[in-house]
T-cell receptor
C-alpha cells in the first residue's frame, strides 16, 4: 500500500462548479499536511497547509480527518486557471515529505 | 529572491554517459532535497541535506547515483553511468530549517532523457 494515495482523475468539471479531492495516508504518526499544485511541465508549488480544524483560503478549503487518515481539498467556483495537478503531501517527521502521485483537474469552459 | 535555480533545464544523453545536475538553493535555507518525478511513481525523495551534510540518502536508487553539497549555495546530483530507466524530471527543493511544517521551494527541474 502506498503511503499517500490519491485518485489520479482526471476530474473534468465546468467553470463555476465545486469539486473535491480526497487523499488518504497510511502513517498514523504523520505530523503535517499540505496541498501542492503542479502545472504541466512546471515545479510543484505550495497551495495551502492543512490544519486540524480545517482552513480556508478564498475559494479553497482544506480539511483533515485524523481518525480516518484522510485530507480533502474543496474548490468552489472553479476557474479555467485552476486546471492543474493537485498533490497531497504528508510530513512524517522533519524532512520526510511524502508526495501523492496527484489528482489531475481540468476545468472546462 | 531568485528562487531555487537548477541547470540544465533539459538534458538528453546516451546510455552509459555521465550526467551532472546542478542546484542553487535559496540563500539562507539550510535544507536541500533532491526529488525524482515519474508518471508511475510520482515524486520520490532521493537525498536530503541539512547544513550541507547528507542526512538521508536511502532514496538513491543505486551506486550509479551520487550527490554532493560542497557549500551552502551549491549541490550536484551525478549519474554515472546513466541508463534509460533514469529518464525522469529531477527536482531540487530547499526549505529554511527542515522543520515538519515548512514550505518546500522547488526549482524548475531538469528533464532528463537517456537514450
Amino acid at each position: 500500500r502506498k503511503e499517500v494515495e490519491q485518485d489520479p482523475g482526471p476530474f473534468n468539471v465546468p467553470e463555476g462548479a465545486t469539486v473535491a479531492f480526497n487523499c488518504t495516508y497510511s502513517n498514523s504518526a504523520s505530523q503535517s499536511f499540505f496541498w501542492y499544485r503542479q502545472d504541466c511541465r512546471k515545479e510543484p508549488k505550495l497551495l495551502m497547509s492543512v490544519y486540524s480544524s480545517g482552513n480556508e483560503d478564498g475559494r479553497f478549503t482544506a480539511q483533515l480527518n485524523r481518525a480516518s487518515q484522510y485530507i480533502s481539498l474543496l474548490i468552489r467556483d472553479s476557474k479555467l486557471s485552476d486546471s492543474a495537478t493537485y498533490l497531497c503531501v504528508v510530513n512524517t517527521g522533519t524532512y520526510k515529505y511524502i508526495f501523492g502521485t496527484g489528482t489531475r483537474l481540468k476545468v472546462l469552459a | 529572491d531568485a528562487g531555487v535555480i537548477q541547470s540544465p533545464r533539459h538534458e538528453v544523453t546516451e546510455m552509459g554517459q555521465e550526467v551532472t545536475l546542478r542546484c542553487k538553493p535559496i540563500s539562507g535555507h539550510n535544507s536541500l532535497f533532491w526529488y525524482r518525478q515519474t508518471m508511475m511513481r510520482g515524486l520520490e525523495l532521493l537525498i536530503y541535506f541539512n547544513n550541507n551534510v547528507p542526512i538521508d540518502d536511502s532514496g538513491m536508487p543505486e551506486d550509479r547515483f551520487s550527490a554532493k553539497m560542497p557549500n551552502a549555495s551549491f549541490s550536484t546530483l551525478k549519474i554515472q553511468p546513466s541508463e534509460p530507466r533514469d529518464s525522469a524530471v529531477y527536482f531540487c527543493a530547499s526549505s529554511p530549517q527542515g522543520a515538519t511544517n515548512e514550505k518546500l521551494f522547488f526549482g524548475s527541474g531538469t528533464q532528463l532523457s537517456v537514450l
